[in-house]
């Protein structure tokens, strides 16, 4: 099993970084890998067990269903249902915490997967840059820089 694991410092407060990516659809308007994004059988963004259906600007197709969502701990979790990618078992997690002394969002996102044989590293290396890092620029860029 695979394990992706990054974070970063967005320059903007908690509640508007959880404001831009709470909604499990959202994706569609910050990633820029996102072509088109709903979310099936007319559920909110944010219902637990609601499943987002998207494409990739690359013609992917993904199933996503969210499993866990905290307003809380600003954190949710999601889990890959079908996928033109060959991630498998591909669950993540994403989770922001407010920097201390400073008007700024500590945001970490980590996943764990399986992949066809001879396809970790390039597969890892997708998510890491391709999804996770891109969302983070995106994100930021979008709220006004970051670190």
Known sequence: M???DTSTIIDATLPEVW???RDFNSHADWHPAVEASHIEEGRAGDAIG???SFRLTTGEALR???????????SF?????TSD?????YTAHVELRPVTAS?????????????????EAALAETVREGVYHAG??????????GV
């Not at 996503?64 to 600003?74: F, G, I, N």
């Not at 979790?77 to 249902?81: A, K």
């Not at 990618?85 to 078992?89: G, H, K, R, S």
Request: glycine letters at 6%; proline letters at 4%.
């Open 136 to 145: 983070f620029d995106a994100v930021s860029s979008r709220l006004g820089g």
């Open 103 to 119: 008007a700024r969002t500590y945001w970490r996102w980590w996943s764990r997967f399986d992949t066809p044989a001879g396809q």
């Open 64 to 74: 996503e269903r969210l499993v866990a969502l905290s307003d809380a701990d600003h």
């Open 19 to 21: 404001n831009l990516i």
């Open 77 to 81: 979790s999601y889990r890959i249902l």
């Open 50 to 52: 609601a499943v987002r």
């Open 85 to 89: 990618v060959p991630l498998l078992n």
């Open 2 to 4: 695979i394990q992706v």
